[in-house]
Protein backbone atom coordinates (compact mmCIF):
# COMPACT_ATOMS: atom_id res chain seq x y z
CA UNK A 1 0.00 0.00 0.00
CA UNK A 2 0.90 3.74 0.16
CA UNK A 3 3.88 5.00 2.25
CA UNK A 4 3.89 8.64 2.83
CA UNK A 5 7.31 9.77 4.37
CA UNK A 6 7.41 13.59 5.72
CA UNK A 7 10.29 15.55 6.96
CA UNK A 8 11.52 17.36 9.21
CA UNK A 9 9.15 16.34 11.85
CA UNK A 10 10.21 19.94 13.50
CA UNK A 11 10.98 23.39 11.93
CA UNK A 12 11.58 26.25 13.33
CA UNK A 13 11.78 29.46 11.41
CA UNK A 14 12.12 33.07 12.13
CA UNK A 15 8.92 35.28 11.30
CA UNK A 16 9.31 36.61 7.77
CA UNK A 17 11.69 33.55 6.74
CA UNK A 18 10.36 30.65 4.16
CA UNK A 19 9.36 27.60 5.28
CA UNK A 20 9.73 24.37 3.24
CA UNK A 21 8.27 20.82 4.35
CA UNK A 22 9.05 17.60 1.89
CA UNK A 23 7.39 14.59 1.41
CA UNK A 24 7.99 11.44 -0.31
CA UNK A 25 5.29 8.84 -1.45
CA UNK A 26 5.20 5.30 -2.46
CA UNK A 27 2.55 4.55 -4.82
CA UNK A 28 3.26 5.63 -8.73
CA UNK A 29 -0.43 5.59 -9.11
CA UNK A 30 -1.17 8.33 -6.59
CA UNK A 31 -2.69 11.50 -7.77
CA UNK A 32 -3.72 13.45 -5.33
CA UNK A 33 -1.49 15.34 -2.94
CA UNK A 34 -3.44 17.52 -0.20
CA UNK A 35 -1.77 19.06 2.43
CA UNK A 36 -3.29 19.81 6.11
CA UNK A 37 -3.12 22.47 8.63
CA UNK A 38 -3.67 21.44 12.58
CA UNK A 39 -3.54 24.14 14.91
CA UNK A 40 -2.92 23.14 18.71
CA UNK A 41 -6.07 21.19 19.60
CA UNK A 42 -7.93 22.13 16.45
CA UNK A 43 -8.71 19.59 13.58
CA UNK A 44 -6.93 19.48 10.92
CA UNK A 45 -8.30 21.60 7.75
CA UNK A 46 -6.82 21.30 3.83
CA UNK A 47 -5.11 24.71 3.52
CA UNK A 48 -3.50 23.46 -0.79
CA UNK A 49 -3.83 20.51 -2.57
CA UNK A 50 -2.18 19.48 -6.12
CA UNK A 51 -3.07 16.81 -9.02
CA UNK A 52 -0.69 14.60 -11.01
CA UNK A 53 -1.24 17.05 -14.08
CA UNK A 54 0.73 20.06 -12.42
CA UNK A 55 3.95 20.89 -10.91
CA UNK A 56 3.27 23.52 -9.13
CA UNK A 57 0.20 25.65 -7.64
CA UNK A 58 0.20 28.85 -5.14
CA UNK A 59 -1.74 30.03 -3.18
CA UNK A 60 -1.31 33.55 -1.53
CA UNK A 61 2.02 32.78 0.54
CA UNK A 62 1.42 28.92 0.46
CA UNK A 63 2.62 27.02 -2.65
CA UNK A 64 3.40 23.27 -3.36
CA UNK A 65 5.14 21.46 -5.85
CA UNK A 66 5.08 18.14 -7.51
CA UNK A 67 7.89 15.95 -8.54
CA UNK A 68 5.93 12.99 -10.02
CA UNK A 69 9.02 10.97 -11.24
CA UNK A 70 10.92 11.33 -7.91
CA UNK A 71 7.82 10.42 -6.03
CA UNK A 72 7.90 13.56 -4.21
CA UNK A 73 6.14 16.36 -3.29
CA UNK A 74 6.43 19.88 -0.81
CA UNK A 75 4.98 22.68 0.37
CA UNK A 76 6.68 26.13 0.86
CA UNK A 77 5.47 29.29 2.83
CA UNK A 78 6.66 32.32 1.95
CA UNK A 79 7.11 35.23 4.61
CA UNK A 80 6.17 33.29 7.74
CA UNK A 81 3.71 34.97 10.58
CA UNK A 82 3.75 33.35 14.08
CA UNK A 83 -0.15 32.35 12.98
CA UNK A 84 1.61 29.97 10.85
CA UNK A 85 2.34 27.97 13.83
CA UNK A 86 1.24 24.47 13.74
CA UNK A 87 1.42 20.75 12.55
CA UNK A 88 1.44 20.56 8.75
CA UNK A 89 0.66 17.16 7.45
CA UNK A 90 0.81 15.60 3.77
CA UNK A 91 -0.53 12.70 2.17
CA UNK A 92 -1.45 11.04 -0.96
CA UNK A 93 -4.25 8.85 -2.55
CA UNK A 94 -3.85 5.10 -1.28
CA UNK A 95 -7.13 2.95 -2.74
CA UNK A 96 -9.58 5.50 -2.02
CA UNK A 97 -8.01 7.07 1.36
CA UNK A 98 -5.48 9.40 2.01
CA UNK A 99 -2.34 8.13 3.57
CA UNK A 100 -0.81 10.71 5.87
CA UNK A 101 2.54 11.45 6.63
CA UNK A 102 3.64 12.08 10.50
CA UNK A 103 3.42 15.80 10.49
CA UNK A 104 5.76 18.58 10.95
CA UNK A 105 5.47 20.76 14.01
CA UNK A 106 6.55 24.89 12.61
CA UNK A 107 7.16 27.36 14.98
CA UNK A 108 7.27 30.83 13.89
CA UNK A 109 9.44 33.26 16.55
CA UNK A 110 8.78 36.81 16.18
CA UNK B 1 -25.33 20.04 9.88
CA UNK B 2 -22.61 22.82 9.10
CA UNK B 3 -19.31 19.93 10.10
CA UNK B 4 -18.64 17.23 10.90
CA UNK B 5 -20.09 17.06 14.77
CA UNK B 6 -18.15 14.27 17.06
CA UNK B 7 -19.43 12.91 20.25
CA UNK B 8 -18.17 12.59 23.29
CA UNK B 9 -15.36 15.16 22.80
CA UNK B 10 -13.53 13.71 26.01
CA UNK B 11 -14.01 10.12 27.03
CA UNK B 12 -12.46 8.64 30.18
CA UNK B 13 -12.43 4.63 30.31
CA UNK B 14 -11.18 2.04 32.38
CA UNK B 15 -9.07 -0.39 30.96
CA UNK B 16 -11.20 -3.22 29.68
CA UNK B 17 -14.40 -1.57 29.27
CA UNK B 18 -16.11 -1.01 26.36
CA UNK B 19 -16.33 2.61 24.46
CA UNK B 20 -18.18 3.52 21.45
CA UNK B 21 -17.50 6.97 19.67
CA UNK B 22 -20.10 8.82 17.29
CA UNK B 23 -19.80 10.71 14.32
CA UNK B 24 -22.41 12.20 12.63
CA UNK B 25 -20.78 13.68 8.90
CA UNK B 26 -21.54 16.49 6.59
CA UNK B 27 -25.03 16.09 5.19
CA UNK B 28 -25.34 14.42 1.73
CA UNK B 29 -21.25 13.57 2.22
CA UNK B 30 -20.98 9.64 1.10
CA UNK B 31 -17.24 9.32 2.19
CA UNK B 32 -17.08 8.73 5.70
CA UNK B 33 -13.66 7.91 7.39
CA UNK B 34 -12.21 6.84 10.92
CA UNK B 35 -8.44 8.05 11.82
CA UNK B 36 -6.85 8.00 14.91
CA UNK B 37 -3.99 10.32 15.94
CA UNK B 38 -1.87 9.31 19.57
CA UNK B 39 -0.39 12.08 21.43
CA UNK B 40 2.25 13.91 18.73
CA UNK B 41 1.98 11.45 16.32
CA UNK B 42 0.19 11.43 12.72
CA UNK B 43 -2.99 10.06 11.24
CA UNK B 44 -3.12 6.74 11.22
CA UNK B 45 -6.42 5.08 8.84
CA UNK B 46 -8.80 2.76 10.81
CA UNK B 47 -11.52 2.52 8.26
CA UNK B 48 -13.49 4.34 5.17
CA UNK B 49 -17.03 4.08 4.04
CA UNK B 50 -18.32 4.60 0.73
CA UNK B 51 -22.18 5.05 0.09
CA UNK B 52 -23.41 1.29 0.10
CA UNK B 53 -19.76 -0.38 -0.79
CA UNK B 54 -18.30 -2.85 1.59
CA UNK B 55 -16.30 -0.83 3.61
CA UNK B 56 -12.40 -0.63 3.98
CA UNK B 57 -11.48 -1.95 7.08
CA UNK B 58 -7.59 -2.70 6.69
CA UNK B 59 -6.68 -0.26 9.01
CA UNK B 60 -8.67 -1.30 12.06
CA UNK B 61 -5.61 -2.65 14.93
CA UNK B 62 -7.30 -5.52 16.19
CA UNK B 63 -10.74 -7.27 15.93
CA UNK B 64 -11.60 -5.21 19.43
CA UNK B 65 -12.09 -2.51 17.19
CA UNK B 66 -15.41 -2.11 14.70
CA UNK B 67 -17.24 0.38 12.92
CA UNK B 68 -20.58 0.54 11.55
CA UNK B 69 -22.88 3.23 9.25
CA UNK B 70 -26.34 3.04 9.52
CA UNK B 71 -28.43 4.79 6.79
CA UNK B 72 -25.47 5.85 4.73
CA UNK B 73 -25.33 8.59 7.27
CA UNK B 74 -23.90 8.34 11.35
CA UNK B 75 -21.06 5.99 12.10
CA UNK B 76 -20.01 4.83 15.28
CA UNK B 77 -16.75 3.10 16.63
CA UNK B 78 -17.11 0.79 18.97
CA UNK B 79 -13.76 -0.28 20.81
CA UNK B 80 -14.56 -3.37 23.26
CA UNK B 81 -12.13 -4.37 25.96
CA UNK B 82 -9.89 -1.17 25.90
CA UNK B 83 -6.29 -1.20 26.53
CA UNK B 84 -3.97 1.64 27.53
CA UNK B 85 -2.34 1.55 24.12
CA UNK B 86 -6.28 2.36 22.63
CA UNK B 87 -6.19 5.97 24.43
CA UNK B 88 -5.81 8.59 21.23
CA UNK B 89 -7.79 11.02 19.99
CA UNK B 90 -10.05 9.45 17.13
CA UNK B 91 -11.12 11.89 14.03
CA UNK B 92 -13.51 11.02 12.02
CA UNK B 93 -13.91 12.94 8.14
CA UNK B 94 -16.62 13.08 5.26
CA UNK B 95 -16.18 13.71 1.82
CA UNK B 96 -18.52 14.54 -1.04
CA UNK B 97 -17.86 11.69 -3.26
CA UNK B 98 -14.83 10.09 -1.87
CA UNK B 99 -10.96 11.67 -1.56
CA UNK B 100 -10.90 11.53 -5.23
CA UNK B 101 -13.33 14.02 -6.08
CA UNK B 102 -12.88 16.35 -2.82
CA UNK B 103 -11.69 17.60 0.27
CA UNK B 104 -11.67 15.65 3.43
CA UNK B 105 -13.56 17.57 6.11
CA UNK B 106 -12.65 16.43 9.82
CA UNK B 107 -14.12 16.90 12.68
CA UNK B 108 -13.15 17.88 16.26
CA UNK B 109 -12.30 14.43 17.08
CA UNK B 110 -12.76 12.58 20.27
CA UNK B 111 -10.12 12.33 22.92
CA UNK B 112 -10.37 8.43 24.59
CA UNK B 113 -8.67 7.97 27.81
CA UNK B 114 -7.87 4.30 29.37
CA UNK B 115 -6.82 4.11 32.25
Known amino acids: GENVEQHPSTLSVQEGDSAVIKCTYS??????FPWYKQELGKRPQLIIDIRSNVGEKKDQRIAVTLNKTAKHFSLHITETQPEDSAVYFC?????????FGTGTRLLVSP | GAGVSQSPSNKVTEKGKDVELRCDPI?????LYWYRQSLGQGLEFLIY????????KSGLPSDRFSAERTGGSVSTLTIQRTQQEDSAVYLC?????????????FGEGSRLTVL
Open chain 1, 27 to 32: DSASNY
Open chain 2, 93 to 105: ASSLNGVNTGELF
Open chain 2, 27 to 31: SGHTA
Open chain 2, 49 to 56: FQGNSAPD
Open chain 1, 91 to 99: AAIGFQKLV
